[in-house]
Structures are given as C-alpha cells and as structure tokens.
C-alpha cells in the first residue's frame, strides 16, 4: 500500500491533544501509512528572498512533518493577501470585502510553485497526495508541471460560490483550470458542488463524463460532496475529562440562577457574530422574562488579526457588547459576556454542556463545526437546543437544529425564545436525532470517503491494515 501525502497551509502534530479533530483523523491515516505532512511552518522570514523558503523535517513517530519558512514579502501576499483577502471574502460571497491587487495573485501562485518545487523530491510513484484548501488551489497544477502522475485530490473547507459571484474574481477561470489538475475535488455540501458543476460548464464548457464525474482541460475530474465531521469519540472522552468537567461545574454554578446561551467561534466576519448579539438584544428587548436571567457567552477567538477588516469586526463587536450592557445590564447580571481570547479545547464541552442553547448563525459557512461539538457536548437526558443559520453546510445535515436567517434579527430573536422555551421531550427527540447523524458522519467517515474516491485500492488496503491492527490489539499476546 502506498503512502498518504496531506498538503495544507499550516500542518498540526497529530500527537498533541490540542491538535483537533481534524488532525486527529488526519493523525489517524497518516499513522496507518506511515505518511507525510507538508505545509508552511508558520515562521515568516524579514529579508528572505520571495518564491525561496527553507524546508524543515522532524520525525513524529511513523509521521514525517515538512515544513517550509516564508520570507515576509510571499507570507503577505499569499497568505494575507490573496488567500485572506481575495478567496476568503470572495468564497463567503463578500466582494465588498475582497481586495483584488493583482500582486497578491502574483504571490500566491509564487508561494505554490515554491511549495511545488520543495515537495516534489519527498513524494514516492506510489504516493496518494491530499491537498487541502484555498490556499493551495494550484499545487496540483504545479506538481503535474513538475512531471508528477500520483493521485491527487483537493478538498475545499469554505463554501464555493455561484457561478456569478465567482465570475468576479479576476483569476477565476486560471483557478478553474487549476481545480482540473486534480483527480478529485471535494466540498463540504451538495450547494457547494452544484456551484461548481455550474461554473465548471459555464466557463471552461465541462461535461458530463458519467456519476461525479467531469471533463474539461482533456483531464476527468471526480468532483462530489464529502460533508466534514467532528471526531465524536475524542470529543465524549475531552467531555469526561477533568478539565471540561470543572469547566461545566464552574460555568453552571456561576450562572446557577441564569439560563446560559453560547457561541463559540473564531473572530470572523463570516461567522454573523453582530447579528447574533442583535438578536440576543431583540430578545431581551421583546420577551423582557428573560431580563436579568438570558446571559450569552461568545467566545471570540483572535484571528487573521493582520488583515484590516478582522480589526472592524472587533471594533464593532466591542461597541455592540458594550451597549447591550450599559442598556440592559445592572449591578448584578451582565447579558453578554464577550471573550475576545482563545479557551482551551478541554474545557470546551464543558462550556457547550452548561449551555441550553448553542447559537451558531453564521452569514456563510461551509460546515461549521462548532455546531456539531455543541450537540456532541450535551447531556442527552437534559439536552440543550442547537439554533443554526441555514446558511452554513451543517444546515443540509442538521435538520433537526431550529434554522435561523441570521439577516432577519427579528425571526432568530423568536427562534431564540422558542428553544429557551423548547420542552424536555422535543429537546431530547431532536438532540437524539442530531447526534445520530453526527456520529454517523464523523471526521472519520469522511476521511475514508474521501480516500476511497481518490484511489479505492488505497482505501482499501487502508481499511485492511486497521483491521488487523484492531484484531492484533484484542488478541492475548
Ligand atoms: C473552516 C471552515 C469548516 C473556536 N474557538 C475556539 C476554538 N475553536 C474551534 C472550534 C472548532 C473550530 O475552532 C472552528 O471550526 P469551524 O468549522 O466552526 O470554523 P472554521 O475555523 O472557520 O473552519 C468551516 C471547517 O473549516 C472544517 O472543514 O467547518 O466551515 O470555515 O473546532 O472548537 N478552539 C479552542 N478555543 C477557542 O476559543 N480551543
């Protein structure tokens, strides 16, 4: 069996607990096939020479980390610039926000092409080669140049959008052209690949080619939904351990007399934080019961903060907490209490476990994980209820959560009552509901989906080697 190559951004050491379900299913895989993982190494390199970065190897058991340096001019054009500041904004279809400087495109492809050149000597013929996210759209482009035929496949984390929102990036067709390197492209949800099918046939004529399959640029490309999970197991086992258990007894007796409600997210413009605090102000505004006893917790945490319009969302988050407080607030209840720091991952389910409702009302999302930790963390027999924007990919799985158009303040801050005063019964039918599917589709189940379509044999043999790994850890030795 061959081995598996994961390309991303930034790459996590799967050994360590903070890593994440990502790099946990990810660590999993790689483990079995003893395989690599490349990325950038986070360091930024003043006065380095652009399109030039060291590479760096460290062993991680059966793993092999390569990470290469930027030098500051690549990092803020590709990082920063283009992949923060183009794709992001364009791809949560924010083209008022989306910066279109023609040399952060030249940075982009530069710092691809030098991702190219350092992999291309550590990849083996029989290697299967798995790239991940919109930073790294041309990287196949750049390794078939190179003169490599190993199975590449491509998986988009953030929503892709309409044809005609799309159209407005000024490189869109190159990134089109670039997708059809690959042998396979996933996404988080059947909006996504209907968007892209769409493009695909509009722009650059592609055709239908038999089940997911596509054919343009005389290359066939499998392109299908693959919607990400959450590892629920590891998640149950961080619930159970000390310090998510002190963090649910601390929250819980803090707020004993409360009834708590939480958003959890990174700082982002995407994720309708403002209009989730509006809501909770609506909320308090319309249904005044919840005055002095409603407390909404965001956990905010820091991010991207070098591009500008990350430093406006903070500026207007702040504002907006702080008038709901001096309005609302007195001496003894604060109504929101906004965290603008990252919290532990092991405290995290205790801190979803003592919420009653998890509010998640991004304005795009191409899954929203958070929406799947919030359920995994609930106590089944008294389980809190999951409001969820429709516009994220976790809607399509979820329907079982309350669905809010987080644009219509009004509508979430009804929604928002309506699970505040959700019976115990409806709460642990649709919880029950939500976690099934959950656990159905974990993090692992798309990783093997995944795989299984970009090269079945590799799939399999994968399957076959954790089977007897299994088999030989429950035989007496
Ligand atoms: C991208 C796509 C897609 C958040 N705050 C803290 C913290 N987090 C963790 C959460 C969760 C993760 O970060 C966020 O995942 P999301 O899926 O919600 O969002 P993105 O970061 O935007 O992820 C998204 C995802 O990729 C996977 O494909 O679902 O649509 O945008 O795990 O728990 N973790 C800790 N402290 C915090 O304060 N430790």
């Given amino acids: 069996m061959g081995r598996l190559v994961v390309v991303s951004n930034r790459i996590a050491d799967p050994r360590k607990p903070a890593a994440g379900g990502l790099a946990v299913a990810l660590g999993e895989v790689l ?22 970065g060291d590479l760096h190897l460290q062993q991680a058991g059966p ?27 364009a791809f949560h279809y924010r083209l008022d926000l989306a910066d279109f400087d023609g040399q952060y495109f030249d940075g982009y492809r530069r710092v691809n092409r030098l991702f190219a050149r350092r ?14 996210d919109y930073h790294l759209i041309p990287l196949a482009a750049e390794l078939r140049a190179a003169g490599c035929s190993q199975r590449i496949g491509f998986f988009l984390h953030i929503p892709m959008p309409p044809s005609q929102i799309f159209a407005a990036v000024p490189q869109h067709e190159w990134l089109t052209r670039a997708l059809f390197a690959y ?27 038999g089940e997911h399959v596509l054919e343009a640029f005389g ?63 609506e909320l308090l505004a319309h249904h005044p019961a919840n005055r002095h006893s409603a407390t909404l917790i965001q956990i905010a945490s820091p991010s991207r903060e070098s591009v500008e319009a990350y430093a406006e969302i903070r500026e207007e988050l702040e504002r907006l907490c702080g008038a709901l407080n001096g309005d609302f607030g007195d001496l003894g209840w604060m109504p929101v209490r906004y965290i603008h720091r990252t919290v532990a991952r092991r405290r995290l389910p205790g801190l979803y476990r003592a919420a009653c409702v998890g509010v998640i009302t991004p304005l795009r999302d191409g899954m929203n994980l958070v929406a799947k930790e919030y359920v995994a963390s609930q106590d089944a027999a ?54 099934r599917r959950i656990r159905e ?10 795989l299984e379509a970009l090269d ?22």
């Fill in 119 to 132: 992999l291309v000597p550590l990849l083996r013929p029989d290697d299967v080669v798995w790239v991940h």
């Fill in 456 to 477: 079945e044999p590799f799939a399999e043999g994968l399957a076959h080697a954790r089977r007897q790994r299994r088999r030989a850890a429950l035989s007496p030795s």
């Fill in 63 to 89: 793993v092999t980390l390569a990470t290469v340096d930027l030098c500051r001019e690549d990092h803020d054009a590709y990082y920063a610039g283009y992949s923060n500041g183009v794709l992001w904004p």
């Fill in 31 to 52: 483990r079995n096939t003893g395989g690599l993982w490349f990325g950038w190494s986070g360091a930024i390199v003043d006065g380095g020479t652009p399109g030039d």
């Fill in 382 to 435: 008294d389980p809190g209820v999951l409001v969820l924007s429709r516009f994220t990919g976790a809607a399509e799985q979820l329907a079982e959560a309350l669905p809010v158009n987080p644009y219509d303040i009004r509508g979430t801050a009804e929604t928002l009552q309506q699970a505040l005063a959700m019976p115990l019964a409806e709460r642990q039918a649709r919880h029950d509901a939500l976690l």
């Fill in 219 to 281: 290359r066939r490309l499998h392109a299908r939904s693959f919607p990400i999970g959450i590892d629920v197991d590891e998640f149950e086992r961080l619930g159970r351990g000390k310090e998510a258990r002190e963090a649910f007894l601390t929250t819980r007796t803090e707020y004993a007399r409360r009834r708590l409600l939480i958003g959890v997210d990174r700082l982002d413009y995407t994720k309708g934080i403002p209009q989730r605090i509006r809501a909770f102000r």
């Fill in 441 to 450: 589709h974990d993090v692992h189940r798309w990783c093997a989906d995944f």
């Fill in 183 to 209: 042998d396979v492209v996933g996404f988080q949800s059947r909006t996504d690949l209907g968007h892209f099918v769409e493009h695909a046939r509009c722009s650059a004529g592609a055709k239908p080619a």
